[in-house]
């Protein structure tokens, strides 16, 4: 992944114009499969300058993906006008030095951290092999697999990295399952169970967590099932997903 800044210096009248071409020129944006996501920002000390931070899978997608594709004509349409107040445009590589504040928890620290993620795993494939619909997918499941898949959830919900790191990121997950067939009935006990053990280990039973968290076990395991039919072809090297509040941040009573 790489992360592109644009820098530029837009005249205050000219202010409300520019940011409805990004609006507009954000569409495309939305819709390319190189672009993970984006951001206009406006400085607050000195309004004439903005800054345009754009994540994309890589620099040759950015540069020859979307570039050569169809989303950049409209895309460049929009903006025309004001790429001669661009100021600066780099494209800059991530380092480990990142993090989350503590104005609201992460979604893996509102659950109770690795040992939250690490219960309800254990929990959860016990019932799963005793189980008629989906305990013959997990007839042969290895040893390790309840903890793969808490730190498969734990990264997701935006705790440490040791997935990516020791298991291999997203391209890892979706190669478990490919050629597995997966059926729908299979796929709804399998939410079932997991949120009947999110229950039994005391996982937090707010609304807002357990709406993300739903959220969430919903898009995987849907995107699971698309991925494991004999005729698909899902894209390996992608981004790993991460998951955060969404609409609904925490509620935390004021003391």
């Known amino acids: 992944m790489i992360v592109e800044y644009v820098r530029y210096r837009i005249d205050p009248g000219e202010a409300e114009a520019f940011e409805a071409a990004y609006a507009e020129a954000a569409v495309q944006l939305s819709a390319a499969p ?26 040759e997608d950015h540069m020859e993906g979307f570039r050569g594709g169809e989303h950049f004509p409209a895309f460049f349409s929009a903006i025309k006008p004001y790429v001669k107040r661009i100021e600066e445009m780099r494209h800059y590589e991530r380092t480990g030095v990142r993090g989350t504040g503590s104005s609201v928890p992460t979604l893996y620290e509102w659950a109770g951290g690795a040992e939250a993620f690490e219960r309800l795993t254990e929990v959860f494939y016990a019932r799963v092999v005793e189980d008629d619909v989906i305990g013959p997918l997990f007839a042969h499941m290895d040893a390790g697999h309840p903890h793969y898949v808490a730190l498969w959830l734990a990264e997701v919900f935006r705790g440490p990295e040791r997935y990516s790191g020791e298991r291999g990121g997203y391209d890892h997950m979706v190669r478990q399952h490919l ?44 995107i699971a099932v698309e991925n494991s039919q004999p005729d698909a072809r899902p894209p390996l090297q992608a981004p790993m997903p991460h998951w955060d509040w969404g609409v609904a941040p925490p509620y935390i009573p004021k003391p």
Do not use: K, N
């Open 34 to 59: 190189q672009c993970v996501d984006y951001e206009l920002s406006r400085c607050v000390e000195e309004p004439a300058s903005y800054v345009l931070r754009i994540r994309w899978t890589s620099a």
């Open 179 to 222: 050629g597995r067939a997966i059926t729908e009935p299979q796929r709804r006990r399998w939410v079932s169970l997991l949120m009947d053990a999110a229950d039994e280990v005391g996982l937090p039973s707010d609304p807002e967590f357990r709406a993300a968290f739903t959220g969430y076990i919903e898009w995987g395991t849907r």
